[in-house]
């Protein structure tokens, strides 16, 4: 069974820095293109970023492009988004997705960010 | 990159039909066979319903089906029932940023 675990989600400062971590199981993290979604609170979802499975390919949304930053580690299943210059704009909550075809198959719970001054 | 436009609300009665619609443009939806569809529950984790514009994950009922026609593709719930009373995003690859959700759709069975 497919597990993804979010965790690092905080209560920032606007201009401040967090970094977000997910730990994946159950399936061969190595092979599959990884994204962040995130929901701002009573709101739609917003793609904000994609790795491949090499990390040889990455994206991310306009809103985020300059000050976020994802990274995996396949040797510990684990992907990051390190986030920089938070605004309030970014607060959210933030879920770590293994892609499928095309689409998003499988969510975390999501890890919480709030950045307020 | 604008989001894809979604009818804010639909409703209807348990046992009817229901159609979602999610319009975008040539770059997104018109331009792959590629619009997902997910159900979102409050308090819980959105859920797959369909990708590649058609295709049910395994364990997704056959009450969930898609089309699609020029840049709009379309979810429909059939026999409407109380548990389908939800959230539903259109998502769609992008020429412009890998990908693009809908504004999102609350359906509620009256």
């Known amino acids: 069974e497919v597990q993804l675990v979010e965790s690092g989600g905080d209560v920032v400062q606007p201009g401040g820095s967090l970094r977000l971590s997910c730990a994946a199981s159950?399936?061969?993290?190595?092979?599959?293109?990884m994204n962040w979604v995130r929901q701002v609170p009573g709101k739609g979802l917003e793609w904000v970023s994609l790795i491949t499975w090499n990390g040889g390919s990455i994206d991310y949304a306009d809103s985020v492009k300059g000050r976020f930053t994802i990274s995996r580690d396949n040797s510990k299943n684990s992907l990051y988004l390190q986030m920089d210059s938070l605004r309030s704009e970014d607060t959210a909550l933030y879920y770590c997705i293994k892609e499928g075809i095309h689409s998003f198959a499988s969510w975390g719970q999501g890890t919480q960010v709030t950045v307020l001054s | 990159q604008s989001a894809l436009t979604q009818p804010a609300s639909v409703s209807g009665s348990p046992g009817q039909s229901i159609t979602i619609s999610c319009t975008g443009t040539s770059r997104d939806v018109g331009g792959y066979k590629l619009v997902s569809w997910y159900q979102h529950h409050p308090d819980k984790v959105p859920k797959l319903i369909l990708y590649e514009d058609t295709t049910r994950p395994s364990g997704v009922s056959n009450r969930f089906s898609g089309s699609k026609s020029g840049n709009t593709a379309s979810l429909t719930i059939s026999g409407l029932q109380p548990e389908d009373e939800a959230d539903y995003y259109c998502?769609?690859?992008?020429?412009?940023?890998?990908?693009?959700f809908g504004t999102g759709t609350k359906v509620t069975v009256l």
């Open positions: 998502c769609s690859l992008s020429r412009t940023s890998s990908y693009v």
């Open positions: 159950g399936f061969n993290f190595y092979e599959w293109t």
